[in-house]
């Protein structure tokens, strides 16, 4: 009488081997490919994962008890999952293609149109209900654009309830010399004024980081050498290995995975921030957050070379916008958006209870709005600081910012914006 082994299928060792085969070349594609540990860590993760199987199987039976446990366990969690995709796919909201970022000579880097939820132009606005004029153009960054808060809850498209249509023309990473490029363009639609938000966070060093752009060339200080800034998520445009590009296809066309990759991202962003040395944990019953003095301080610092240059280089951009908003016959607004440790600092200040780890970033910022105040008479331009908006709010016990590190405005900190700017054009 025959043994059962004598009539086991060679199929599926063979088919272990293969995914196993499979698995070593991801892994040792990622440790060639040479790009950053994280994306290395990933081949390697895969690859174990790959040859696990193969390698229960060479225990014998105990191995192989294992592995038939483990796919009894796999075989209904894919079941479920793959049921969730497809209710995610016929009774879900409609999702956007992942945000793609490309390259641009003029502006260092774009959204790829219709990406992320942008629309034909690559930028986060509502579709226009009809051809009505435009009331205001918003130029910006990442706290025009409204990251962490959904499009309807930006400040742009508050705005636009009380004033008509709105548009804005802004992404994250963008500074004065960008601005300068979109006002130019977003006065073709005729726009009655412009609003430039300038954000302390990080502009002062956009403006020289991005001086080296093409177009930028009366923007910068003589004698002076500018190398360009590259976005860093231009550098994956491309997968860094095998492994990546195996899952960005699963995230592209998963939406279980997107879901998920995309919370797992939010937690561990939240938590690089919140953890990062200097960081200050600021406990009040009404406003808690973490501030980031260290962080912050050397986008504003004045004895920074950089600061200072940057100062000359958005001087003249804003000099440059308001001829541009006069010869078209626009208003032009600056709104400045102060740090979240700036405003939390004069606020303890106000109440007599000065915080010194946030004494040189106060320091630093008040120099820097100082000369931006300055520089915006000269220009001509009207100005509107947020902070004193802000720092009401906390009067209020209301929090214009999230409460981990993230010092992006959250939703009612782009309400106030939103009211400022209806008020400004009010007037």
């Known amino acids: 009488m025959h043994s059962p082994a004598h009539h086991r299928s060679p199929l599926l060792p063979l088919l272990l081997l293969a995914i196993a085969a499979a698995g070593i070349a991801l892994a040792v594609e990622a440790f060639l490919a040479g790009s950053l540990l994280r994306y290395v860590l990933v081949g390697q993760a895969l690859g174990i994962a790959a040859c696990t199987p193969l390698l229960l199987w060479c225990l014998g039976g105990r191995g192989r008890r294992l592995l038939r446990n483990l796919v009894f366990v796999a ?38 149109p219709g990406t992320g939820g942008t629309d034909r132009d690559g930028f986060r606005n509502a579709p226009p209900a009809d051809e009505a004029p435009l009331a205001v153009l918003f130029v910006g960054d990442s706290q025009t654009w409204g990251f962490g808060v959904d499009a309807t809850a930006t400040f742009s498209q508050l705005a636009a309830r ?109 938590g690089l921030l919140d953890r990062q040395p200097g960081a200050v944990t600021f406990e009040d019953d009404r406003v808690p957050t973490i501030l980031l003095p260290g962080y912050r301080l050397p986008t504003v610092d004045p004895r920074s070379d950089a600061v200072q240059d940057g100062l000359a280089v958005t001087a003249r951009a804003l000099v440059a916008i308001r001829r541009q908003c006069a010869t078209a016959g626009a208003r032009s607004l600056l ?65 214009p910012w999230p409460a981990g590190g993230d010092g992006h405005l959250n939703a009612h900190g782009h309400a106030l914006a939103a009211a400022a700017v209806v008020a400004w054009l009010g007037r």
């Not at 075989?75 to 409609?94: C, I, K, M, N, S």
């Not at 991005?210 to 930028?216: D, E, T, W």
């Not at 445009?237 to 995309?262: I, K, Q, T």
Request: overall charge neutral.
């Open 75 to 112: 075989v209904p969690l894919l079941a479920a999952l793959g049921l969730l995709e497809l209710g995610l796919r016929l009774f879900g909201p409609a999702m956007p293609p992942p945000l793609l970022l490309l390259p641009h000579p003029r502006l260092g880097h774009v959204v790829a």
């Open 162 to 270: 009380d004033l008509g249509r709105t548009r804005q023309l802004a992404n994250g990473g963008y500074g004065p010399v960008q601005y300068v490029e979109l006002v130019q363009r977003g006065l073709a639609q005729r726009p009655g004024a412009v609003v430039i938000g300038f954000y302390f966070g990080n502009d002062l060093l956009d403006a020289t980081d991005y001086a080296a752009l093409v177009g930028a060339e009366a923007l910068r200080t003589e004698r002076r050498s500018y190398t360009l800034r590259r976005h860093r998520d231009l550098d994956g445009a491309r997968a860094p290995n095998w492994a990546m590009a195996l899952v960005d296809e699963a995230l592209l066309h998963s939406r279980v995975l997107a879901l998920a990759a995309g919370g797992v991202k939010a937690r561990l962003q939240g």
């Open 335 to 399: 709104l400045l958006i102060p740090t979240k440790e700036f405003c939390y600092a004069e606020w303890c200040r106000r109440a007599g209870r000065e915080r010194p780890e946030l004494t040189a970033l106060w320091q630093a910022e008040s120099a820097c709005r100082q000369a931006m105040l300055a520089t915006a008479a000269a220009a001509g331009i009207d100005v509107h600081d947020l902070a004193a908006d802000c720092i009401a709010a906390l009067d209020a016990g209301q929090r």
